[in-house]
């Protein structure tokens, strides 16, 4: 981790709460800002928001709606993981595939921060299959705010004006995402910075044990 | 020839042998301790611009590397013979086999290398690399193909290894101008360069202008071909350009544009004197300086002179070393093993 150093003015990107990047970046010496992204129903980045202003680190605060607007300014992007697939794609909180998508596009380099015992030795195509599900309700709930405002302003309880019981109508909250590993330039783990094609090999020089296939035996 | 030119890793590795043959240490951590301020010191003069001319003008990272991979593979030594006595005599008899390894290892990637050049091709290259030229030379014994070489500004490396190494061997070669290279491109059936540092992902950092061919070549559909021996696998991980290892303050001082022609009809003296020529003011703005061809710009134009840039490994097709050809990605496979 500290093999990760970073320049003075650079614009770093990161999304959601994790506690590895929090770290890295109450860590640095040299001065540069935080542009933290946030997303809805868990709007995780406000904790996360927090930890950073008390380290003295100057941050902008988004939603990833506003997500294309300021790419263009940032330098380096870090993303947390909750699991690591062995041909280096990422499974992480919903939304990080489109931050890490964004970046790749504006030629932004995407550092993922993941220990290794968080690699697994499944490959995941998709991100449905294997996922979580939230409280669909969180989806619809709207903001505190703006639901205030409409109590304050007409006097009654904001309704929703869908019904969720209709049966056309499903809610899905999903709670990771699955980043292809084309969209990472590195990983960043305890043992050092890996490119996303050398997960495999981590893997297995972690665990010699489990080495069953041997190619002598079949030449 | 060019054997006589040790490499700069072998002989940061000699001195640290050295270091170990004179060690009154008894530990092994006392011993790592002596290393690692040795080869501190080595960067660190390395590092020092007046000391650039020294080595040529070269980056410092095989210099790290090289002392990086000696002092990783004391480390394992010593896991594997816990006895100090025994450790020492084993590092002591690699170490002194390491220049022949590293002479080996030049030509392993020469034969190896020769499989990739068909007869009656056209070869670019960029910048003096000696395992380039080995590789090219040796390719010749068997093979009728052509070289197109660029001038290497501002140091005129490939003017002069043109000149010197490739003639010399009978190889038909063509030098042009840096900027020419995309437009040369078409007629180019694979590209060659050497490396001044392997990085992890599998990318290279060499002479500032090998970053721009690689990406013509990818663009183009030629093969990219980096030659380079282990030794230079750098534990480095840059991101863009800019996440380079800083050569060192004051270098942009040394930067002076030379007419690679002139260089030759100076005999060399870039950047001196020169004593039969001394020119008036010419009437513009500044005074004519006595090497001819120089340019002289005025004082508020800033003047940017990188040595090195940074290829990354997406462009790379195959990277031929002494542990056999490896795609990029096994770079790192590499890396996390040793």
Known sequence: MHRVRLWKGDVILTYAKNDLIEMLLSRQEKKFRVILVDSRPLLEGKEMLEKLMDSGIECSYILLNSLSYVMKEVTKVFLGASALMSDGSILSRVGSASVAMMAKSHNVPVLVCCETYKISNRVQLESITWNELGNPEDVLSPAMTTSKKWEEERGEEKKENVDSSDKHFRLLNLLYDLTPSEFVSGIVTEMGILPPTSVAVLLREMNPQDNTFKASEYL | ?338
């Open chain 2, 1 to 338: 020839g060019e054997d006589q030119q040790v490499a700069l890793p072998v002989a940061a590795i000699k001195s640290l042998l050295g270091v170990i043959q004179r060690t009154n240490s008894g530990t092994m951590m006392g011993l790592e301790m002596e290393l690692k301020q040795a080869s501190d010191e080595m960067l660190k003069f390395a590092n020092d611009p007046f000391n650039s001319n020294m080595l040529g003008g070269r980056s410092h990272i095989a210099l790290a590397s090289g002392c990086e991979l000696f002092l990783k593979y004391i480390t394992r030594c010593f896991l594997e013979l816990p006895d100090f006595n025994e450790c020492i005599e084993q590092i002591i008899y690699r170490g002194q086999r390491f220049s022949d390894i590293s002479i080996a290892a030049k030509e392993r990637i020469a034969s190896t290398g020769t499989a990739f050049i068909q007869p009656g091709s056209t070869v670019m290259t960029h910048g003096w690399s000696s395992v380039v030229s080995s590789l090219l030379i040796q390719a010749a014994k068997d093979t009728h193909f052509e070289i197109i070489i660029l001038e290497g500004r501002p140091d005129a490396s490939g003017a002069k290894a043109a000149a010197s190494c490739y003639a010399k061997a009978g190889i038909p070669t063509t030098v042009i101008l840096d900027s020419a290279m995309a437009h040369v491109m078409e007629r180019v059936d694979m590209v060659i360069v050497g490396a001044e540092g392997v990085v992890e992902n599998g990318g290279i950092i060499n002479k500032i202008g090998t970053y721009a061919m690689a990406i013509a070549a990818k663009e183009l559909g030629k093969p990219f071909y980096v030659a380079a021996e282990s030794f230079k696998f750098a534990r480095l991980y840059p991101l863009n350009q800019s996440d380079l290892p800083t050569m060192g303050e004051g270098m942009e001082e040394h930067l002076k544009f030379v007419d690679t022609a002139c260089w030759i009809s100076t005999g060399g003296a870039y950047g001196k004197e020169h004593k039969e020529t001394t020119m008036e003011g010419d009437g513009s703005d500044g005074s004519s300086r006595s090497v001819p061809g120089l340019v002289v710009l005025p004082k508020e134009v800033k003047v940017e002179n990188s040595l090195c840039d940074y290829t990354p490994a997406k462009y790379i097709t195959l990277l031929l070393t002494d542990l056999g050809v490896l795609t990029p990605s096994a770079v790192s496979d590499e890396l996390i093993r040793l």
